[in-house]
């Protein structure tokens, strides 16, 4: 028997597609919000947003896999909304929630995943190792990697 899971796919700045787990998505932000520029912070974090009472780190993810100008330096990069997102990190005993925010070009669709559809990150998406927990086979758009958040909030909330 095959087991399935839900997700959201998630159209992100650059043309880039990544899935996240149902409810790691916490609130998708229509218009883009007012964001503020963090001095001495990594190109592709380098504006937050405030959501809920929370600073929230906007993370291009564009600028972290591929380089490029500071987040939010190029006017092309205005994007129509943005998805806030959580994950737990630390150990059991003192675990927190770690927030971030990504810009999506439009709003994610809701999936569903089997474990049929489970791939090996191809050659092309090398860059995304280190932020990829998994991929899957899209049927319309090939390969589609599955966002290991703690990987990319770590580097940056704990700082």
Not at 60 to 72: A, F
Not at 110 to 138: G, K, N, T, Y
């Amino acid at each position: 028997m095959t087991s399935s899971s839900n997700g959201w796919l998630l159209y992100l700045n650059g043309g880039l597609s990544a899935a996240i787990g149902l409810r790691q998505m916490l609130y998708v932000l229509p218009d883009e919000p007012a964001t503020y520029t963090v001095p001495k912070t990594p190109a592709h974090a380098a504006r937050v947003l405030v959501w809920q009472e929370h600073l929230v780190p906007l993370i291009d993810l564009h600028v972290y896999l591929y380089g490029g100008g500071r987040l939010g330096s190029d006017p092309a990069n205005s994007q129509a909304m943005v998805g806030v997102v959580a994950c737990a990190m630390g150990s059991e005993s003192e675990s927190r929630t770690a927030f971030g925010a990504f810009l999506m070009s439009r709003a994610p669709d809701r999936i569903q995943v089997s474990d049929s559809q489970a791939c090996a990150l191809p050659d092309e998406l090398a860059s995304w190792a280190a932020v990829a927990a998994s991929c899957f086979r899209h049927p319309l758009l090939g390969p589609v990697p599955v966002l290991d958040l703690p990987a990319i909030l770590a580097p940056v909330v704990t700082k």
